[in-house]
């Protein structure tokens, strides 16, 4: 493939984001050595920009990620997570350009300020895939997005809500995902009007970042406000938001998925348990195992193949007696 080495500036940028390669035995090793030495042969030199590691859909995307773009299928990972920083997210991706990697996947942490750098990949040649999360840019700004349909995922997670509380007053509690982020804008329009004219009141929403500490906190805050009877539903757009508001509710006294019911997003394996256990009413999936489609949307680009602008990927969604069915099997 393209072989480019770094410039002074791309060293800089290396070092100031500790880039971090995969290697063959599964370790990491510091992409400076990378770039210098490993660019021979057809091994294919991918960026990664992730969000960061901020919950347990996190972590399976990340190893799904890792293990589509090893060394055994012909890639070069260079992975940088940025912590849920954009501008640390949006650095990493210029120190991939300088570094003149062959391609660029990015999860990107919100939707909003990708034109720029967007643009100067364009301008290096550099094809740039999405995976997860979408962007505001321009669509002629990468070459493919594969990820799932977040607002479909609202829009199941509201129409349950309507069918199980919908007909009785219900004040609900919104744990939103990171302010400007892709899921969290989706989620809730999907929600929002899946309930539109249910007796279903949202009496507040605020961010916990999608993780747990963030929605224990948060729901600490409402619990406080509202008391444990002034709330009767939260809607979690992550299971692990709606792990830190069980900790909070119980901690408050009450009974999470009986006092106070629990919708949430994501169905990981922590979340299906609480599910089981009858902490969660209901959880809808959101499938991070994109690894092995990420990877293929590379090869295809680079091989100059025509690949679909836009994949999703399906998502199920589970109440108790499905969770307890599933959960034996679940991959994350
Ligand atoms: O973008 C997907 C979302 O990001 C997941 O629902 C959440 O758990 C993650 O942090």
Not at 325 to 331: I, K, Q
Request: include cysteine; glycine fraction near 10%; charged fraction near 25%.
């Amino acid at each position: 493939m393209r072989k480019r080495f770094l410039s002074t500036l791309a060293l800089a940028g290396v070092a100031a984001f500790a880039l971090t390669a995969c290697s063959s035995d599964g370790g990491e090793t510091d992409s400076s050595e990378m770039a210098a030495g490993d660019t021979a042969g057809d091994t294919v030199t991918v960026g990664f920009a992730q969000t960061g590691s901020e919950s347990g859909w996190r972590s399976a995307n990340t190893e799904s990620m890792k293990a589509a773009f090893s060394e055994e299928n012909g890639f070069e990972l260079v992975f940088n997570a940025a912590d849920n920083d954009t501008a640390a997210q949006i650095a990493a991706v210029r120190s991939f350009i300088n570094q003149g990697v062959d391609a660029i996947v990015i999860a990107p942490i919100v939707e909003d300020g990708w034109d720029d750098v967007l643009q100067e990949a364009a301008d290096a040649g550099i094809p740039v895939i999405l995976e997860d999360r979408t962007v505001s840019a321009s669509d002629d700004l990468y070459a493919a997005w594969v990820g799932l349909d977040f607002e479909a995922e609202g829009v199941k997670a509201g129409e349950w809500a309507a069918a199980e509380y919908g007909d009785t007053e219900t004040k609900m509690v919104v744990l939103e995902g990171t302010t400007g982020s892709a899921p969290a804008n989706d989620r809730a329009t999907g929600f929002d009007s899946a309930i539109e004219g249910t007796m279903i009141e949202k009496i507040d929403s605020q961010t916990g970042d999608f993780t747990r500490d963030g929605g224990k906190t948060v729901m600490e805050g409402f619990l406080q406000k509202y008391g444990v009877d002034g709330i009767d539903l939260v809607y979690a757009h992550n299971d692990d938001m709606a792990l830190g508001a069980i900790e909070a509710i119980e901690a408050a006294g009450a009974v999470p998925g009986e006092d106070i019911k629990i919708i949430s997003i994501d169905a990981v394996h922590d979340g299906m348990q609480a599910l089981v256990d009858g902490q969660i009413n209901y959880i809808v999936e959101c499938n991070p195992l994109l690894g092995d489609l990420a990877a293929g949307l590379v090869t295809d680009v680079l091989a100059g193949n025509d690949v679909e602008k836009t994949v999703y990927v399906e998502d199920q969604a589970f109440d108790q007696a499905a969770a307890e069915a599933a959960l034996p099997d679940r991959a994350y």
